[in-house]
């Protein structure tokens, strides 16, 4: 996948108004946002909270011509938004996800969860 360094950001602790990368998937021709989660997920209101108001970030980004202005050429291509998580979705997230993912399906934005395991 070919990255964009200008798009990653540090870690930090508060990364709601944040996108941590934006890359082109050759593979698939999609323009791919990739949101880090290295958190454990604990089931609180406050974490799902915290992952919609990520998820609006980066929809946002996409639909309200920002990304357009940014990348015209990379904001013609699919979209998909790629959660890698060092550690598997809780239940109450994956429900969250679920319910994220049908609805940007409209939007024709793929959601993907990818947990990266430690060996």
């Known amino acids: ?49 915290d992952l919609q108001e990520r998820f609006n970030c980066y929809v946002s980004f996409l639909l309200d011509g920002e990304f357009a202005e940014w990348n015209p050429e990379l904001a013609q291509k699919r979209a998909r938004i790629e959660l890698r998580c060092a550690h598997i979705p809780d239940e109450r997230a994956i429900e969250l996800l679920g319910k994220i993912r049908d609805q940007l399906a409209h939007q024709e934005i793929d959601v993907q969860v990818v947990v990266r395991t430690h060996q």
């Open 1 to 49: 996948m070919d990255t964009n360094p200008e798009a990653s950001n540090p870690p930090q602790t508060d990364r709601t108004g944040s996108i941590d990368i934006v890359a082109h998937d050759p593979k698939t021709d999609e323009a791919v946002l990739v949101m880090n989660e290295s958190r454990p997920w604990d089931g609180s209101d406050e974490r799902l909270h």
